[in-house]
């Protein structure tokens, strides 16, 4: 049925086209869409290396810390996601009094490390002890060995549980109605409101204007075509 009400509209003025005031013919997204691979950007260059770090130091420490810092984790994972529109709203938009898209990346990224920890602890746990002892037998120290012989070894888990965590957060809503809030204009700073496609068709669907509905539906396809893809490329990456 989405394919149905939205590819007739997932054409050159969904992509390249700014959004049109109410009444005008045409109109598209790409506001919505930069702002999303903004947000999702930001959020991958701030979370993946800490996410990476955090499931390292739970395969490679057995203490009580880590046992905590495990059943955080745990428990992160099933936090709804509007918790984490508020607590980021509560500690970056009210203090700076403006919604941003940083903020936005931040509540999103939050939500991806309990699977990119989670992954990168599972995988780094099944890479054999001998790799690490031939490391050190060639005189290796232990950073190095990580860096240069963990890492790459557990490299498809680590892609396959970042990918999984990018196509749960592309489609979040609720984290952005308290952090980008929206924003009609094409924008690139990140410290100020940004729209993206998830809010897009938040806002679209539910109004009463038939091209901005057209549009909606035609943001929601992509978007499912895009997971779609990014379940793909994660099969291809566990199946290695």
Known sequence: YIIKQGLPYLNFDFFFNMPKPV??????ALNSIVGSGLIILCACIFFI???IMVGIYLAETKTKFSSYVRLSINTLQSVPSIVYGIV????LVLPFQSFSAISASVALGLMIVPMISKATEETVGMIPE??????????????????????PSAKNGI????????SRIMGETAPLLFTAFGNQFFNL??????????LLIYNYATSPY?????????ASLFLIIFVFFINILTKLFLSK
Request: net charge positive; glycine share 12%.
């Open 49 to 51: 290396p800490f996410s």
């Open 159 to 166: 892609l396959s549980g970042t990918l999984v965590g990018l």
């Open 88 to 91: 980021v709203y509560a500690l």
């Open 189 to 198: 700073n990140i410290f100020k409101s940004m729209n993206a496609l998830p």
């Open 210 to 218: 038939q091209e901005w509905q057209n549009i909606a539906w035609a």
């Open 130 to 151: 001998t790799y690490k002892e031939a490391a050190y037998a060639l005189g290796a120290p232990y950073y190095k060995t990580i860096l240069k012989v963990i890492i």
């Open 23 to 28: 009444g005008e013919p045409g109109g598209g």
